[in-house]
């Protein structure tokens, strides 16, 4: 254990900056457009890596390794095909509306098109869905917690330990990231978000080289070891035949088609009417900005996400080579064992510090949206905005940062039950998959209030976001939900394609419903108004 102090020196600076640099901006944070969007002064660089570090999670940093490790191929980075079409999408379609009409929460547009209940109704979804999404890929930052306790112990932890490791965990780093997110607001978010960012691309670096440097014969034999489809996964069937292609198109996970379909609604739902990554966005000094950070995020993500799974197939390689007796089964852990017992120390320590900043920087994005858009969409309505001073408002902003920290905390806690007891779980399905179930259903509502100005309504877009949600229930199957209805041979939608189902369901049922005629003019006339930050 002797030189294990450089590696907590290394993690102790890192906690220090990070804490330095969101303190540092409580003073600029004291108005709601100070605290929620950074006064609209961000530059396009710092949004860049903004957004980066907002999607980058610990689930990535160790779920696509995991891709790597247990497929021995990059198909997993298909889906960089769709999130690049997707924000190229998104930078023309939905980033200007959001900066016409000024708004903090999205979800505010909605209730301009349409009214407060599609409003409230959307914002609830958001609210919920985040709040499951994060406390699922929260608990995975811990897991490296779990092998050094193993380590230490010298024998294996029993799914007790496991679980009480993963709770102290999780409630230290929600808690630690809520309060410089709390105080700070998303001036704090943003600039620690450029700092691990930092730390993530130092540490993916530095682990290829060591990796390349450690495998005997290096690249050569690292590439022997990749397996077909290296990249594009066309999905053909065995057998022949239309019927076989397509159930094989939407019940695989990683296919060429779901990364150009598929992926491109996941990445217009992550990244067009997502309050956790938009806001982000919206803190840029005017639209193009905005835009141009929010593309170039999608080229720069291409590599990041390669060098992950590169991570996954050296890994591979590595121990084909030199087997390793300890060596976990399942294969989200062996990237964690990888850094504790073959990594120099104070290297470790950097890794370790690179697996944090993708968990505080995710975690601290989502918290500063979840308490934003419930103080906009639901406090601030009901208690009366005008009738309060700024201070009062950002008190309010504060609190419901908190709030949700808690509540993300207790699903947090399940989360690292359920997987303490199944270990067998992959961790992308997982944290991708809860976003599909409703995340669709918002697409679609915020698409027919983008590309129409007379269709939807508050009743039919309820009636449509319900009927999207059912959609992809039944087809997900979770439950065993067809088996019970009878269904002798269950088909199971993969879960890139939950977002496209709950999309177009929605969409094809809120066209039904015309646009009240008063709500139409008050919406042209807001869209006319030439609100600031239009330039």
């Known amino acids: 254990m002797g030189e294990y102090w450089i590696d907590g020196l290394v993690l102790l600076a890192y906690f220090a900056v990070i804490f330095a640099i969101g303190f540092s901006q409580r003073s600029k944070s004291g108005s709601v457009e100070g605290f929620a969007l950074g006064d609209r ?46 924000r190229i999408i998104v930078s023309y379609l939905f980033i200007p509306v959001f900066y016409r009409h000024g708004v903090v929460s999205l979800y505010e547009f909605l209730g301009t098109r349409f009214g407060p209940v599609t409003r409230v109704v959307a914002s609830a979804t958001f609210l919920v869905t985040r709040v499951l999404a994060m406390g699922t890929r929260l608990y995975v930052s811990a897991i490296i917690l779990v092998l050094a306790y193993g380590l230490w112990k010298g024998e294996s932890v029993s799914n007790e330990e496991k679980f009480w490791i993963f709770a102290v965990a999780l409630v230290f780093i929600t808690a630690a990231t809520a309060v410089y997110t709390a105080v700070g607001g998303i001036r704090a978010v943003i600039w620690t978000d450029f700092i691990q960012v930092g730390v993530l691309v130092a540490a993916l670096g530095f682990t290829i080289w060591f990796l390349l440097r450690e495998i005997p014969g290096g690249w050569e034999t690292a590439m022997k070891q990749v397996k077909e489809p290296a990249f594009f996964n066309f999905a053909k069937p065995q057998e022949e035949g239309f019927g076989p292609w397509i159930r094989n198109v939407l019940t695989q996970d990683y296919t060429i088609w779901a990364a150009i379909i598929g992926s491109t609604f996941v ?37 990041v996400v390669g060098a992950f799974i590169l991570i996954g197939v050296l890994l591979s390689a590595y121990y084909t080579a030199l087997p390793d007796a300890t060596l976990p089964v399942t294969g989200r852990e062996v990237f964690p064992h990888f850094i504790l017992t073959r990594m120099p120390h104070g290297m470790c320590g950097l890794v370790i510090a690179g697996l944090l900043a993708t968990a505080m920087g995710s975690l601290s994005t989502a918290l500063n949206a979840l308490g934003t858009s419930f103080a906009r969409d639901f406090v601030f309505p009901r208690v009366g905005e005008h009738n309060m001073d700024d ?73 449509a976001m319900s009927c999207g949600f059912l959609a992809v229930v039944v ?61």
């Open 41 to 86: 002064q961000t530059p396009w660089w710092a949004v860049l890596a903004s957004i980066l570090a907002a999607e980058i999670s610990a689930a990535t940093f160790l779920g696509a390794p995991e891709s790597g490790y247990v497929k021995n191929n990059w198909t997993y980075a298909q889906f960089a095909i769709g999130t690049l079409l997707a």
């Open 267 to 303: 990445t217009m739902a992550t990244h067009g009417i997502d309050q956790d990554t938009v806001q982000r966005m919206l803190t840029a000094k005017n639209r193009r900005q905005s835009a141009f950070a929010t593309i170039l995020s999608g080229v720069v993500d291409f590599p």
């Open 391 to 463: 201070a009062r408002r950002v008190r309010i902003l504060r609190w419901s940062t908190v709030l949700f920290a808690v509540f993300i905390i207790i699903v947090g806690l399940g989360t690292a039950w359920y997987m303490a007891h199944q270990p067998g779980a992959q961790i992308i399905p997982l944290v991708l998959g809860i976003l599909g179930f409703t995340f669709g259903s918002l697409l679609g509502v915020f698409l027919v209030a983008v590309l129409t100005k007379t269709r939807g309504n508050d009743l039919g877009n309820v009636i």
């Open 475 to 535: 087809l997900s199957n979770p439950f065993g939900i067809q088996q019970i209805a009878g269904i002798s041979e269950p088909f199971v939608l993969a879960f890139p394609w939950r977002v496209t189902l709950g999309t177009l369901v929605t969409v094809a049922i809120a066209l039904c419903f015309a646009t009240p005629a008063a709500t139409v003019t008050e919406s042209r006339l807001n869209e006319e108004s030439g609100l600031p930050g239009d330039a």
